[in-house]
């Protein structure tokens, strides 16, 4: 008995679809496409780097690296004024004693560059107006409590909405 050594269609299907599966993978690896097994089958695939986040997800971003910046600042500040740093010394240098100014002068001019800086680090760039509107509402409770819950989410820091209403 003699066996027919021609391709069923079978095996054809089976070579077209393996190349075909091969050819997505190659693609989808070049593309930056990883399985993200820990997610739920839903969300199993996920494009690198932050491009699908949300305005609201880059304003939690980067309210966190601001407010780690800020105390950065109030803690050399302090050591510049020698321990005490006045409410909205940035905004009213002269509050500080003569001395000091022009070092708190510059600590406040290289915190303004770094907010923007931090604002454009973002994927895409956060606006000032975005980052704005959602500044304006962190004081009520429920947006404190979004932006915690985001903030725990992005594991990047946990914020306390102790004092909010």
């Keep these: 008995m003699m066996m027919n050594r021609e391709p069923s ?5 089976l070579i077209k679809r393996s190349l075909a599966i091969g050819a997505f993978s190659t693609i989808a690896v070049l593309a930056g496409w990883t ?10 695939f996920d494009q690198s780097a932050f491009a699908q ?3 609201f997800t880059r304003y939690v971003r980067s309210a966190v690296a ?4 800020r105390l950065e600042l109030e803690n050399q500040l302090r050591q510049v004024t020698g321990g005490s740093v006045p409410k909205g010394v940035c905004q009213n240098i002269n509050q500080v004693n003569s001395g000091a100014r022009d070092q708190v002068r510059g600590l406040c001019q290289e ?3 770094s907010f923007y800086k931090i604002l454009a680090s973002q994927n895409p760039q956060l606006s ?12 009520s409770r429920a947006m ?5 819950q985001e903030a725990r989410r992005l594991k990047i820091g946990d914020i306390s909405c102790e004092g909010t209403k």
Excluded: I, W
């Design 9 to 13: 269609s079978l095996s054809q299907m």
């Design 35 to 44: 399985p993200n097994l820990s997610a739920p089958v839903a969300k199993m």
């Design 53 to 55: 986040e949300t305005a």
């Design 66 to 69: 601001l407010e780690q910046r």
């Design 111 to 113: 915190f303004r560059q």
């Design 128 to 139: 000032l107006d975005e980052f704005n509107s959602f500044q304006s509402q962190v004081g």
């Design 144 to 148: 404190c409590d979004r932006v915690a």
